[in-house]
């Protein structure tokens, strides 16, 4: 099924830095707005950064000047550029479709831990 696939996470030390990929099996990439996502254990699913059709990246006050979204139309992948972790940055990170409600399944995610 027409998924995204996750990838790049890993354990890092506070301060440290991580780009996550995500690759989507479809050309209905090029046309959609992405969003990377989070959920730590008990929290719900949040959005950390995201990026319209035409390039234009959208950041929550908690993600502005650490992580940076980019897209590679020609590779169905987005990028998350993730610098300065933070212990609170650990999460499972997921891609999917950002500004509607018409999600496509979600993947498998990519598990971040930011710890020493």
């Known amino acids: 099924q027409v998924q995204f696939v996750e990838s790049g996470g890993g354990l890092v030390q506070p301060g440290g830095s991580l780009r996550l990929a995500c690759t989507l099996s479809t050309s209905i990439f090029s046309i959609i707005n992405v969003g990377w996502y989070r959920q730590a254990p008990g929290n719900q699913r949040e959005l950390v950064a995201a990026i319209t059709r035409d390039g234009n990246p959208n950041y929550p006050d908690s993600a502005k000047g650490r992580f940076t979204i980019s897209r590679d139309d020609a590779k169905n992948t987005a990028y998350l550029q993730m610098n300065s972790l933070k212990p609170e940055d650990t999460a499972v990170y997921y891609c999917?479709?950002?500004?509607?409600?018409?999600?496509?399944?979600w993947g498998q995610g990519t598990q971040v831990t930011v710890s020493s």
């Open positions: 999917n479709r950002w500004g509607t409600h018409n999600y496509i399944p």
